[in-house]
T-cell receptor
Framework: LAKTTQPISMDSYEGQEVNITCSHN???????ITWYQQFPSQGPRFIIQGYKTKVTNEVASLFIPADRKSSTLSLPRVSLSDTAVYYCLVSNQGGKLIFGQGTELSVKP | DGGITQSPKYLFRKEGQNVTLSCEQNLNHDAMYWYRQDPGQGLRLIYYSQIVNDFQKGDIAEGYSVSREKKESFPLTVTSAQKNPTAFYLC???????????????FGPGTRLTVT
């Protein structure tokens, strides 16, 4: 499974757009990219998943360049409640996920 | 309400005792997983099961055991052989049906185990 690298922490202010980039240089052809969000003392929650180009849902967008060696999670207009740890994962249909340390996002008023 | 339940939320045990953590899901998911999370760290896979009566070791299975007698249930036993059992334990499930490259995992609320 491809290893991912993402910033350990990021700070932002309410109302700003936040972009978290994840590197996955060794991603395989049948790997997909998934982002999870985790609040303290809770289980992670699925945010978005994609394979290539751009995916958008009601909470986030995921941008994946043509070479798929990186991806960017975009959170529009963050609020204090978006303060959490965000994990980028790559995996295939086998379902086995490897969670790195994630990015701790702190949103300030 | 569909989802995954884990009980209890907090669990305290003395060193040397085995303890079993409960995980139940009513999502009709085929696959279930157990993860361990230590402070400031990501999740690490302990065991997973894709079908009843079958399961596979994850990355840190030593000192743990599981069973999958029913599709809905996947209990984890932390044995006395586990050297550092104090951690936050998370159970998850996912479907293995349909098309696509990956299957979203749904997580339970977790059980925080403290062994002294």
């Amino acid at each position: 499974l491809a290893k991912t690298t993402q910033p350990i922490s990021m700070d932002s202010y309410e109302g700003q757009e936040v972009n978290i980039t994840c590197s996955h240089n060794n991603i395989a052809t049948n790997d997909y990219i998934t982002w999870y969000q985790q609040f303290p003392s809770q289980g992670p929650r699925f945010i978005i998943q994609g394979y290539k180009t751009k995916v958008t849902n009601e909470v986030a967008s995921l941008f994946i360049p043509a070479d798929r060696k990186s991806s960017t999670l975009s959170l529009p207009r963050v609020s204090l409640s978006d303060t959490a740890v965000y994990y980028c994962l790559v995996s295939n249909q086998g379902g086995k996920l490897i969670f790195g340390q994630g990015t701790e996002l702190s949103v300030k008023p | 309400d569909g989802g995954i339940t884990q009980s209890p939320k907090y669990l305290f045990r003395k060193e040397g005792q085995n303890v079993t953590l409960s995980c139940e899901q009513n999502l009709n998911h085929d696959a279930m997983y157990w993860y361990r999370q230590d402070p400031g760290q990501g999740l690490r896979l302990i065991y997973y099961s894709q079908i009843v009566n079958d399961f596979q070791k994850g990355d840190i299975a030593e000192g743990y055991s599981v069973s999958r007698e029913k599709k809905e249930s996947f209990p984890l036993t932390v044995t006395s052989a586990q050297k550092n059992p104090t951690a936050f334990y998370l159970c998850a499930s996912s479907t293995l049906q349909g098309t696509g490259f990956g299957y979203e995992q749904y997580f339970g609320p977790g059980t925080r185990l403290t062994v002294t």
